[in-house]
């Protein structure tokens, strides 16, 4: 069956090779690249980067695994790639040597500013380029897969306030208050709080991206404003660090978590209730709709944005993805 996917995919960039090679971007005309038409022509396998913006957090896993997956049932050789650590400059210059060997990039910004440029010198130069986790709207590219940020954040937002009974100080933490994934999430659940009066945000924690530094920076705002009721998480990390923290002071009573993503840690602290609510966005279809994308466009299919959704999991129902992930 995989060699049969294959043998109707070459086929089709053949025809499409032969037809032109020429696909429609949405703001305007894209040609592809003459070495990636005669490529297709030749029924090489499409080489396929996707570039995470940091692929040593602990959610870049379940990306890679979604990638690993597209790689395998569409029968292109897709490679996981991205800096070590947040580093825009480090994922910029490592995108800039691969734009004369990828037939498609895939690519979650580290900064949407830094990274806009060199997503569209490579679509001038006939690669094509969707992103995927995180968007960059300031840029030309063709399509993204992952979740509404800002939704989601409102979602988060709404979360909070509903476990706080519409009242209560909340700080809220992020890895990188200054990255734009971070920036969108912020905005929802700020936006989702100023609907409740009775509700204060006291503070923005950057943590950092290493564990020790994040446990230690909820540590230090939580000593610095013990009247908190709520710690909300912007993403994957500090969110089990929030709920190590409240357990570990016996505070599940009087602090409330709402965090995303379904790390093991956080799957446990769901089913201690030490996390109030943790939101799930899908990571391993954003990595196979980040390939599945560019196979689609290479492939001659239209290509539009792939909201995987807004996942919410409590006590309620977390017993399912235990399951389902032991």
Not at 111 to 132: H, K, M, N
């Amino acid at each position: 069956m995989q060699h049969l996917r294959r043998l109707h995919f070459g086929l089709v960039m053949i025809l499409i090779f032969v037809l032109g090679g020429v696909a429609m971007a949405q703001d305007g005309e894209f040609v592809l690249a003459e070495r990636i038409q005669e490529k297709i022509a030749s029924g090489e396998p499409l080489t396929i980067y996707v570039s995470y913006h940091d692929v040593s957090n602990e959610f870049a896993p379940f990306i890679r695994a979604g990638v690993e997956q597209a790689a395998e049932e569409l029968g292109v050789d897709a490679q996981f790639v991205g800096p070590v650590g947040a580093d825009a400059d480090a994922q910029v210059a490592e995108l800039e040597t691969l734009l004369e060997t990828a037939d498609g990039i895939a690519i979650s910004s580290v900064s949407t500013d830094a990274l806009a440029p060199i997503i569209d010198r490579a679509l001038e130069a006939g690669v094509p380029v969707v992103t995927f986790n995180t968007d960059n709207p300031e840029s030309n590219r063709l399509a993204f897969a992952g979740q509404d940020l800002v939704q989601s954040g409102r979602e988060a937002g709404e979360l909070m306030a509903d476990v706080l009974g519409g009242e209560g100080q909340v700080i809220i933490t992020t890895l990188d208050a200054a990255a734009q994934w971070s920036i969108d999430r912020e905005t929802g659940a700020r936006e989702a709080l100023a609907n409740y009066p009775g509700i204060e945000v006291v503070t923005t924690v950057n943590t950092g991206t290493e564990p020790q530094q994040i446990y230690a920076s909820i540590e230090n705002a939580m000593l610095a404003n013990p009247e908190v009721d709520g710690i909300l998480s912007l993403e994957c990390c500090s969110t089990p660090a929030a709920g190590e923290f409240v357990q570990r002071n016996n505070l599940l009573d009087s602090v409330k978590v709402v965090g995303f993503d379904l790390l093991p840690a956080t799957i446990e602290l769901v089913q201690s209730g030490a996390v109030a609510a943790t939101i799930d966005q899908a990571p391993e279809r954003q990595g196979f709709e980040a390939v599945n994308m560019l196979v689609m466009f290479l492939g001659g299919e239209p290509v539009s944005n792939v909201d995987t959704g807004v996942g919410i999991y409590t006590q309620e129902n977390i017993a399912d993805v235990a399951e389902a992930s032991s």
